[in-house]
């Protein structure tokens, strides 16, 4: 199946998976990388160094291009977002927080992105950051950037207009 998602992050189908903090461990992420869709691993609250490890494993077990989700409130996210650069973690995502300061270097070093945003969050700010893939959740951030849960249905139009 061809799609401008798939041919931009080279998976076969047009599945991402969610990055959830503490569940998408490198298992899941090379699982549904493997299947053909974008694996992603959900760095959260964790330490640096447990993301590290986590890439390397992902990269062992599959060849297929894979993520990271980088929760930009982590305390360690500055050496989150370099270890995605060394270990060449070739697909970001960012959520709860403006990753507006990692982007030159992400889009140097070839890593495709998306900007998670939540239904709330006034996009058009960011509009200037975005890189080419804008994800968007009904909520993103674990409840960071809002308390109110809605359909994705509810969330697609509305975001799109807003950013376009």
């Known amino acids: ?3 401008r998602v798939t041919e931009l992050l080279g998976i076969e189908y047009p599945i991402l998976q ?3 903090a503490w569940v998408a ?3 899941l992420a090379a699982a549904v990388s493997e299947a053909g869709g974008l694996g992603i691993l959900g760095a959260g609250g964790a330490p640096a160094e ?3 490890e986590q890439i390397q494993k992902v990269k062992e077990a599959t060849k297929r291009p894979f993520g990271v989700n980088l929760m930009l409130m982590n305390p360690e996210a500055d050496e989150i977002a370099k270890i995605i650069l060394e270990e060449g973690v070739p697909v970001v995502t960012a959520g709860a927080g403006n ?3 990692y982007m030159a270097q992400w889009k140097e ?3 495709k992105g998306g900007r998670v945003f939540h ?3 006034n996009t058009s700010k960011f509009h200037s950051l975005l890189p080419p ?3 968007s959740a009904a909520q993103a951030g674990s409840g960071a950037a809002g308390d109110r849960i809605h359909l994705y249905c509810s969330i697609f139009p509305p975001l799109c207009h807003r950013i376009s």
């Open 50 to 52: 447990f993301v590290r």
């Open 109 to 111: 070093a070839g890593v």
């Open 133 to 135: 893939v804008c994800l």
């Open 25 to 27: 461990e490198y298992h």
């Open 18 to 20: 969610g990055g959830m």
């Open 1 to 3: 199946m061809k799609t």
């Open 99 to 101: 990753p507006g300061k």
């Open 119 to 121: 239904r709330d969050l």
